[in-house]
């Protein structure tokens, strides 16, 4: 599966963004999907993770409350609703796809809180 990462940009700290992930192909539905973050200096850390249906959800500590994952099968679509955005998430996020042992990495998009 190939994925399109889109939505990142410039927001003020308190402020709001929805990322997106596109994906080819009519797999989607197969896949567990998630959202992973990378700041300038710092190692890639999960954000959220979704079952394949959609049923199931997973965040990391920093981002509980804040950010929402969730997907639509019939756009074979990701998104992450970051609501309370703070400096400290300025990131690289990245989407990434895993069915069994193979997986799928999107090429991420800037997401830049100032403060």
């Known amino acids: 599966v190939q994925l399109q990462a889109s939505g990142g940009g410039l927001v003020q700290a308190g402020g709001s963004l929805r990322l997106s992930c596109a994906a080819s192909g009519r797999t989607f539905s197969s896949y567990a999907m998630g959202w992973f973050r990378q700041a300038p200096g710092k190692e890639r850390e999960l954000v959220a993770t979704?079952?394949?249906?959609?049923?199931?959800?997973y965040y990391g500590d920093s981002v509980k409350g804040r950010f929402t994952i969730s997907r639509n099968i019939a756009r074979s679509t990701l998104y992450l609703q970051m609501n309370s955005l703070k400096p400290e998430d300025t990131a690289v996020y990245y989407c990434?796809?895993?069915?069994?042992?193979?997986?799928?990495w999107g090429q991420g998009t800037l997401v830049t809180v100032s403060s």
């Open positions: 979704v079952s394949r249906s959609g049923g199931l959800t």
């Open positions: 990434k796809a895993v069915r069994g042992i193979t997986s799928s």
